[in-house]
T-cell receptor, first 115, second 113 residues
């Protein structure tokens, strides 16, 4: 079965510092990997995706993520955090070979950027 | 940017009552989903829908749940006899054939009393 782990419930970072939100996944086939962000009282918004090609993908709002097949990881990064980046971040995976249309989401990591 | 629209934003119901949550996906999208989120935590897959039929469903999606696309625009989730544990935020999402990007609605907060 496909699954996603986000080992940190909460990440705190000072404004201007780099941030990393961690994600590891488990699939039996080839993964499609995603990051979504959720602001209070809103639905999830797409940030970026890895389908194939370059392991480093860039997305919205200056975020990027690196696909590491050997470590089955897809960590989200940003060089310089903003207070407005404070939100709930979800990693998601879709197993292209074995699990059809289902996107499986991780448990979420709450990012707090402190001024 | 196009939006997925969900109504109502809040629904309060008594245990055992039926509820229908409504969604209008983005017009040219072909794949439709329902997810739920309890207390702002984990986002749980319920069901996916494609070509007028369910393509996948989770263990949560038991006989009390059903989905319909009654016309070309609406996508509904029905819970026949609500339980207290059905209280959650329910999100509709859609995507097109080529793009793996899910578009989510703002959700319906369901409270079962």
């Amino acid at each position: 079965a496909q699954s996603v782990a986000q080992p940190e419930d909460q990440v705190n970072v000072a404004e201007g510092n780099p941030l990393t939100v961690k994600c590891t996944y488990s699939v039996s086939g080839n993964p499609y990997l995603f990051w979504y962000v959720q602001y209070p009282n809103r639905g999830l918004q797409f940030l970026l995706k890895y389908i194939t090609g370059d392991n480093l993908v860039k997305g919205s709002y200056g975020f990027e993520a690196e696909f590491n097949k050997s470590q089955t990881s897809f960590h989200l990064k940003k060089p310089s955090a903003l207070v407005s980046d404070s939100a709930l971040y979800f990693c998601a995976v879709r197993d292209m070979v074995n699990y059809g249309q289902n996107f499986v989401f991780g448990p979420g990591t709450r990012l707090s950027v402190l001024p | 940017e196009p939006e997925v629209t969900q109504t109502p934003s809040h629904q309060v119901t008594q245990m055992g009552q039926e509820v229908i949550l409504r969604c209008v996906p983005i017009s040219n999208h072909l794949y439709f989903y329902w997810y739920r989120q309890i207390l702002g935590q984990k986002v749980e897959f319920l069901v996916s829908f494609y070509n007028n039929e369910i393509s996948e469903k989770s263990e949560i999606f038991d006989d009390q749940f059903s989905v319909e696309r009654p016309d070309g625009s609406n996508f509904t989730l029905k819970i026949r006899s609500t339980k207290l544990e059905d209280s959650a935020m329910y999100f509709c999402a859609s995507r097109d054939r080529e793009n793996e990007k899910l578009f989510f609605g703002s959700g319906t907060q369901l409270s079962v009393l």
